[in-house]
């Protein structure tokens, strides 16, 4: 009998723009989940960041908002934050079947000054992705973990990497809330 492979997702979020460092966070997670293709993950997915006690990197207040991600068939993405950001459509892909890339996205989990500095480059975010590589995170890029939950929609969930306190770290979870959306928009 085999034991499980266990990973560590560690998370150190380092703010250059106003010098202070966040908390490191260490969870344990079963190895890789099976892979997907694309198609499964096309749709309109959402986290409601109010559902989570992140802190906000640069404010004393939580992260509030709603991030809404859709994903096309394409290879391409839309990411919009309560009204305050719609971003134009970006290029997304999956390595190893199951970590999600969106080249271009804010990073909204760490509040939506916090997000600017980093699309701006003046911040940036060290931890592990899904496999437990070092990362880095400069603005340019957001990167999801794409897991099977049978009581979700469409039998997925997307994760962040897991924020928060080490001892009881947040994971905000994105949920599919429509389908694919058709093809319309090209991405340079």
């Not at 991030?67 to 990411?79: A, K, M, V």
């Amino acid at each position: 009998m085999r034991k499980p492979n266990f990973l560590k997702a560690v998370l150190i979020l380092l703010l250059l723009c106003s010098g202070s460092m966040m908390t490191c966070v260490v969870v344990e997670n079963l190895s890789p989940p099976k892979s997907f293709v694309p198609s499964d993950l096309a749709g309109t997915w959402q986290a409601d960041y109010d559902q989570y006690d992140i802190p906000d990197g640069l404010s004393m207040g939580r992260v509030h908002g709603v991030e809404t991600i859709t994903l096309r068939t394409d290879g391409t993405y839309q990411q919009v934050f309560s009204g305050v950001y719609t971003g134009p459509w970006n290029k997304w892909w999956l390595e190893d079947g199951w970590i999600l890339h969106l080249r271009g996205a804010r990073l909204f989990i760490m509040g939506i000054k916090a997000a600017e500095y980093f699309a701006q480059g003046e911040a940036e975010a060290h931890w592990e992705d899904c496999l437990g590589r070092e990362i880095e995170l400069d603005g340019t890029e957001l990167i999801l973990c794409a897991k099977p939950d049978p009581n979700a929609p469409g039998g997925i969930i997307l994760e962040h990497l897991p924020v928060g306190d080490p001892d009881s770290p947040e994971i905000v979870e994105f949920h599919r809330i429509a389908a694919p959306v058709p093809t319309t928009t090209s991405v340079p």
